[in-house]
């Protein structure tokens, strides 16, 4: 099932090598939507410069060449040089058609297959989950999920923060509070905040704790028993409270997604050594460098990426390059993207050019960093709770179903569920809300957290789009008839229907681009233009009480397509359609 505007592209080529010669059989055809038409071809314009013509006479030349047959109705020449192309009605509804019998709606698998790892998420144990760490999971489970359908070996990676110094403190303060706290669930652990707090305040107020703390950083480093035993509580502890986060936002990360610091812990000394052996890295004011090309100063001087501190400690470039140098050397993985905050860009551009230097990136492994904006307030400030704490992801999602809840209620719906139905749904829709919101914005802008416009069911909101498919299957609920039994044909009357149908046949060429660029905010967007269409059609082309027998199967059919679209296309973001509403 072919986008209109790639097909037409490729045609357009064909006339322009047939009236100009092969050599612009690859020349861009300028295909864009148009007020005038269904798309306008403008290549015309560019391309009588190169002719030394006239725009316009280029134009009608192509025009002369292009195959319509069974595609385009209508092809004129306006301006100095602009083809208007008027798509077929039959061929817009034959395509459309085409919705209902395929499950992935005209997207082929993936020709050449990547392994694609995808990073994201990536909190730290023995720390709770905070605003920062919400546009990261969302966005991040969005691209796992496209690059899945797509066909791609997608492998989900969250690189947690569980090692380092601050596990000496840590392990301390559990034996402090006696270790069985932990079994039972207390509160004093199970609060990782209050618990990571707890446990800084004492290392910076008592010195024997403190040195006990630094010891205990020794005997992890080196793989003691009974230190690993006990680390792995505080590592247990955070996985439950990480899953319990995931289940309510409804993302598929599970624990064996997770790669944390540690797993690489033992392939940094021998990535240093490589790095060293090659000429890479080497020793500056006592720690150990790399100076990739390219990054200077203020004053000019070359910028370090330190793989070594001068204590002999490691840090998170080290591992960042230990994790490259193992995923290319013994996961070989063709893509990997870094869902990470803008902040870390410089980051990621120094640590990929000392990768490429080291030869562990080359033309066939690709590296990118899917820059991720922060989360504002109404003020316009980074969003924090009155006292100006960090905002807890729980608390956040908590209140996100509580006023989904309030605005359900608000609103006229469907009053044959119970009251099991209605937490389910009202789950959804806060969910939904919240996670729409976000991915409806492209990932590396600044976006305003604004509760009342998100769970809001007007708008470009999670709930409107949740609202229509819900009202879609009313529809078939009231007439009787199943979805996947609307067989249509589906024919075009309204102007309505067409712009409907059109919009629908957009939905391959928008997921793969949204898989090749790692910006899902494309696909919210098209959804949302889905869903904008439908309500148009909805308004002008009555569907159970239609003129005729055939109007009503032909839109039943319409609608079918319609469901499905926007079913798969919410569902690739992660956002749940409730059946009723």
């Known amino acids: 099932m072919p986008d209109p505007q790639h097909l037409l592209a490729a045609r357009v080529q064909a006339a322009l090598a047939a009236a100009f010669g092969p050599s612009y059989a690859d020349a861009d055809p300028v295909i864009r939507p148009s007020s005038f038409a269904d798309l306008q071809a403008n290549v015309a314009l560019p391309l009588a410069k190169k002719l030394d013509r006239k725009p316009r006479d280029v134009a009608e030349e192509i025009v002369a060449n292009l195959d319509t047959a069974g595609v385009v109705s209508d092809v004129q020449v306006s301006g100095p040089g602009f083809i208007n192309l008027t798509l077929s009605d039959g061929w817009i509804a034959a395509e459309a058609q085409q919705i209902l019998h395929d499950d992935r709606l005209g997207v082929p698998p993936a020709d050449k297959p990547q392994k694609v790892v995808v990073e994201y998420s990536s909190p730290n144990v023995a720390k ?30 969250n690189h947690v923060g569980d090692w380092g110094t601050p596990f000496g403190m840590l392990i301390e303060h559990l034996l402090d509070l006696g270790e069985d706290a932990a079994a039972r669930g207390d509160s004093s652990v199970s609060d990782l905040t209050a618990f990571y707090q707890a446990a800084r305040q004492k290392f910076d107020g008592d010195e024997a704790f403190a040195d006990r703390s630094r010891s205990r950083v020794v005997a992890l480093q080196a793989g003691d028993p009974e230190t690993l035993r006990l680390w792995n509580v505080l590592v247990d502890v955070s996985k439950r409270y990480f899953n319990a986060v995931y289940g309510q936002l409804g993302v598929t ?22 790095l060293e052996d090659k000429g890479i890295a ?23 990426v330190i793989i070594r501190k001068s204590d002999g400690g490691y ?61 504002l307030g ?157 309500t148009t059609f909805h308004e002008n082309c009555p569907v159970l009480k239609a003129p005729d027998e055939e109007t009503k199967a032909s839109r039943l059919a319409l609608c079918a397509a319609t469901l499905r679209t926007l079913v798969t296309g919410l569902d690739l973001l992660g956002v749940p359609t409730p059946e009723r509403m």
């Open 282 to 304: 080497v020793i500056s004011d006592g720690a150990l460098c790399a100076f990739p090309a390219g990054f200077t100063g203020r004053e000019g001087e070359p910028l370090p």
């Open 128 to 157: 709770e989950m905070h605003v920062g760490h919400l546009r990261t999971t969302i966005v991040g489970d969005a691209i796992a999920r496209i690059l899945a359908f797509l066909g791609h070996d997608v492998v989900r990676d």
């Open 315 to 375: 840090n998170y470039s080290t591992t960042d390059l230990a994790t490259i140098r193992y995923r290319v050397d013994t996961e070989h993985v063709d893509r990997m993207i870094y869902v990470v905050g803008t902040t870390q860009a410089l980051h990621f551009q120094m640590v990929f050019a000392v990768a490429r230097e080291a030869g562990w990136l080359s033309g066939d492994v690709q590296a990118e960093h899917a820059q991720i904006g922060s989360v």
């Open 253 to 274: 990360l599970t624990d064996d997604d997770i790669k944390g610091e540690s797993f690489y812990n033992d392939l940094l000394a021998q990535t240093v050594r490589e």
């Open 378 to 534: 109404t003020d316009g400030k980074l969003l924090r709770t009155r006292a100006g704490r960090t905002v807890k992801l729980s608390e956040l999602l908590d209140e996100a179903v509580e006023r989904a809840g309030a605005a359900f209620d608000d609103v006229q719906h469907d009053a044959s569920f119970d009251a099991a139905d209605r937490v389910a749904i009202v789950r959804d829709v806060g969910m939904g809300a919240v996670k729409y919101a976000d991915l409806s914005v492209a990932r590396d802008s600044e976006y305003t957290f604004d509760f009342d416009r998100m769970i809001s069911f007007h708008g470009k909101t999670g709930p409107y789009l949740q609202y229509a498919t819900a009202r879609i299957r009313s529809i078939f609920r009231k007439g009787g008839v199943a979805p996947q039994d609307a067989a249509g044909p589906i024919v075009l009357g309204h102007p309505a229907e067409r712009a409907l149908a059109l919009e629908l046949l957009r939905f391959g060429t928008v997921v793969q681009q949204a898989g090749d660029t790692a910006e899902p905010h494309r696909l919210a967007n098209y959804v949302f233009a889905v869903a904008d269409a439908y």
